[in-house]
T-cell receptor, first 115, second 115 residues
Framework: AQSVAQPEDQVNVAEGNPLTVKCTYS??????LFWYVQYPNRGLQFLLK??????LVKGSYGFEAEFNKSQTSFHLKKPSALVSDSALYFC?????????????FGQGTTLQVKP | DTEVTQTPKHLVMGMTNKKSLKCEQH?????MYWYKQKAKKPPELMFV???????INESVPSRFSPECPNSSLLNLHLHALQPEDSALYLC??????????????FGPGTRLTVL
């Protein structure tokens, strides 16, 4: 069965410091990975995806993610955090077995950026 | 237009009421989704429509009834709901449900409270 794990419920970082939000996956076959962000009382916003190719994927709002096949990880990163980055972040993997567009989400990580 | 819209933003209903949630997109997407999300939890997939046909029903109780009148519009009809159905209901769309690289675009959600 395919799954995604986000080992940290919350990540705290000071504004201006680099941030990392961790995600590991377990899939049979090639992984198709996504990061979404959710601000309070809003829907999810797509940040970036890994399908194939370069292991470093660049996305919206200065975020990037590094795909590491040997460690089965897809960590989200940003060189310099902003207070406005404070939100709930979800990693997701495409359920390729169902061929129905279904995403399998991690439990989410709350990012708190303090001034 | 790269937006998914949802109405209403908030809905309060009694357990005997009948109400409907509406979702609309004008991106030409052919797959549309309904999710249920509890606070601080990942979205849970409820239904997937592909080319206006229901392709996934994730064992959702019959008090939730989806409808896809055309490729731009998705409704969720609610009847005899329970208080535990109170949640944020998210609609999403993607270009197609088949290809693994298609990200989903989410609407802002409808906050439903069942009294």
């Amino acid at each position: 069965a395919q799954s995604v794990a986000q080992p940290e419920d919350q990540v705290n970082v000071a504004e201006g410091n680099p941030l990392t939000v961790k995600c590991t996956y377990s899939v049979s076959g090639n992984p198709y990975l996504f990061w979404y962000v959710q601000y309070p009382n809003r829907g999810l916003q797509f940040l970036l995806k890994y399908i194939t190719g370069d292991n470093l994927v660049k996305g919206s709002y200065g975020f990037e993610a590094e795909f590491n096949k040997s460690q089965t990880s897809f960590h989200l990163k940003k060189p310099s955090a902003l207070v406005s980055d404070s939100a709930l972040y979800f990693c997701a993997v495409r359920d390729i077995a169902s061929n129905t567009g279904k995403l399998i989400f991690g439990q989410g990580t709350t990012l708190q950026v303090k001034p | 237009d790269t937006e998914v819209t949802q109405t209403p933003k908030h809905l309060v209903m009694g357990m005997t009421n009948k109400k409907s949630l509406k979702c609309e997109q004008h991106m030409g997407h052919r797959a549309m989704y309904w999710y249920k999300q509890k606070a601080k939890k990942p979205p849970e997939l409820m239904f997937v429509y592909s080319y206006e046909k229901l392709s996934i029903n994730e064992s959702v109780p019959s008090r939730f009834s989806p409808e896809c009148p055309n490729s731009s519009l998705l409704n969720l009809h609610l009847h005899a709901l329970q208080p535990e159905d109170s949640a944020l209901y998210l609609c999403a769309s993607s270009q197609d449900s088949g290809p693994v690289y298609n990200e989903q675009f989410f609407g802002p959600g409808t906050r439903l409270t069942v009294l």
